[in-house]
Nanobody, 116 residues
Framework: QVRLVESGGGLVQAGGSLTLSCTASGDNFSTMGWWRQARGKRRELVATMSRGDRISYADFAKGRFTISRDYAKNMVYLQMSSLKPEDTGDYSC????????????WGQGTQVTVSS
């Protein structure tokens, strides 16, 4: 059974930093990343990282957020700096299995709140 568990969310002032972590278990994953959803808005992709260290960032994340992975531990991290109030939302870990038919999974999410 695939399980994704996030940690590291919290309350931070604008301009501050947070690092999110996600531990995945139950399979091997080709791609891992992060999505976020603000209240009343659609879920949006933040960043992904695939094997071979191929990385993709949403425009709002470029220059402020850094994604990284520990392949041995099946973990993915999101370092966020220069946070803005509009970064507030529920951040979910995302993983795509690597064997056979690719399946996507999301974690329960961790809340990030940036105060002005």
């Amino acid at each position: 059974q695939v399980r994704l568990v996030e940690s590291g969310g919290g309350l931070v002032q604008a301009g501050g930093s947070l690092t999110l972590s996600c531990t995945a278990s139950g399979d091997n994953f080709s791609t891992m990343g992060w999505w976020r959803q603000a209240r009343g808005k659609r879920r949006e992709l933040v960043a992904t990282m695939s094997r071979g260290d191929r990385i993709s960032y949403a425009d709002f994340a470029k220059g402020r957020f850094t994604i990284s992975r520990d392949y041995a531990k099946n973990m993915v991290y999101l370092q966020m700096s220069s946070l803005k109030p509009e970064d507030t939302g529920d951040y979910s870990c995302y993983a795509v299995t690597s064997a056979g038919v690719a399946k996507s999974y999301w974690g329960q999410g961790t809340q990030v709140t940036v105060s002005s």
